[in-house]
């Protein structure tokens, strides 16, 4: 199975799991307070559901030899979102995740090895195994948003983990606050679990990872790859972090937590 077809295949087992949940959400559950600071429930679906529709149209513009809508169109986008009551956010989720998944799921492998999709927001298109990974990192976050709020203990998908541990492109120096390090320069030999990985996070301007692993790091961090993902998507507060996490030397998870404050 190609890189592409496992993270589509990994999107719609997660859209799967989480429309089962949400199809049996009361109008009192749409309304509760999310894992995301400021949104209630509806709102992550009305994100997740605008951003589906953004990249399906993202897609189909690719296809047709178009350039990628551009921002008037997201805007037009969210404001409909914006206007939804939290019912019809919720069935449009589900309408909008499907119809996006069921696009990938549509492309011979052909087109998936040659199309490029401009997603408007990096220097440069990007083939359908990279497009699908970002949105798979952004579906299983928000996600997390949501089955947080009925299970303290939720962790991210071991699949999910697998294939968004060492996606590209790297967004650490796009995500992260180099500014909180103070000129700081910190390399951290990070261990995680399901899956195994060893790398070094280097906390720097720009904040970056790699794999040239330092004789005597400044510090350690270890922990399940879930966690790790979380962490740097702001989602790891002290309440969240799972048994297990271990730091030493220089690795502090407070400082972690306000590097990576989430997005």
């Not at 399901?194 to 970056?208: K, M, N």
């Amino acid at each position: 199975m190609g890189n592409d077809d496992t993270v589509i295949a990994v999107l719609r087992k997660g859209h799967d799991a989480l429309a089962g949940s949400v199809s049996g959400f009361s109008d009192d559950d749409l309304a509760r307070p999310s894992g995301a600071a400021e949104w209630d429930l509806s709102q992550v679906l009305s994100h997740l559901g605008s951003g589906a529709e953004i990249a399906r149209a993202g897609v189909e513009a690719a296809l047709g030899g178009a350039p990628n809508p551009g921002p008037d169109f997201n805007h037009s986008v969210w404001d409909k979102w914006n206007a939804m009551t939290r019912r019809e956010r919720a069935d449009g989720f589900l309408q909008a995740n499907h119809s996006l998944i069921t696009r990938y799921e549509s492309l011979d492998a052909s087109t998936r090895e040659k199309l490029r999709i401009d997603l408007g927001f990096l220097p440069a298109p990007v083939d359908v195994a990279t497009a699908a990974r970002l949105r798979l990192s952004e579906f299983t976050l928000h996600s997390w948003d949501i089955r947080v709020v009925f299970d303290e203990r939720a962790a991210l998908p071991a699949d999910a983990a697998a294939a968004l541990l060492h996606g590209e492109p790297d967004l650490l120096a796009w995500t992260g606050k180099a500014d909180v390090l103070e000129g700081r320069h910190t390399a951290l030999h990070v261990t995680t679990t399901e899956p195994a990985s060893d790398f070094v996070l280097r906390l720097r301007t720009p904040i970056s990872v790699d794999f040239d692993l330092p004789e005597r790091p400044d510090g350690t961090l270890v922990l399940p790859a879930e966690a790790w993902l979380r962490l740097v998507a702001g989602r790891l507060p002290a309440r969240y972090t799972p048994d297990g996490v271990a730091t030493t030397g220089a690795a502090d998870l407070d400082l972690l937590r306000r590097v990576f404050p989430g997005y």
